[in-house]
């Protein structure tokens, strides 16, 4: 399990910095650097509604696409700690991961 750190406070998944998922997907591929990658579990949250699914759980399974990363092993994350970026992001691809480091 990572720990991670969400600061995408528009994902309906987000609670005080924390994702309400068990796992989360970063994903692109081919990605070459952090801005390349996005959160594919990312869900925009409507105004006013409450958070999601579950509890927030700051420590969960992270499935990575992002197969130039050296934390990808086997398509999981083993870094031991992830940060997701995107505070305005209205769509996936207006998030990254910042842990994402290039082989």
């Keep these: 399990m990572t720990n991670l750190e969400c600061c995408v406070c528009t994902c309906k998944y987000n609670e005080n910095n924390c994702c309400c998922k068990s796992e989360i997907t970063v994903g692109k591929r081919e990605s070459h650097s952090?801005?390349?990658?996005?959160?594919?579990?990312?869900?925009?949250?409507?105004?006013?509604?409450?958070?999601?699914?579950?509890?927030?759980?700051?420590?969960?399974?992270?499935?990575?696409?992002?197969?130039?990363?050296?934390?990808?092993?086997?398509?999981?994350?083993?870094?031991?700690?992830?940060?997701?970026?995107?505070?305005?992001?209205?769509v996936s691809d207006e998030t990254c991961c910042e842990t994402f480091k290039l082989k």
């Excluded at 959160?39 to 992270?62: G, H, M, Q, R, Y």
């Design 34 to 90: 952090s801005k390349e990658t996005e959160c594919d579990s990312f869900v925009k949250a409507k105004e006013n509604a409450v958070n999601a699914v579950n509890n927030p759980n700051p420590e969960l399974t992270i499935n990575c696409d992002a197969v130039n990363c050296v934390y990808n092993a086997n398509k999981k994350c083993s870094a031991k700690h992830v940060g997701i970026a995107g505070n305005r992001a209205n």
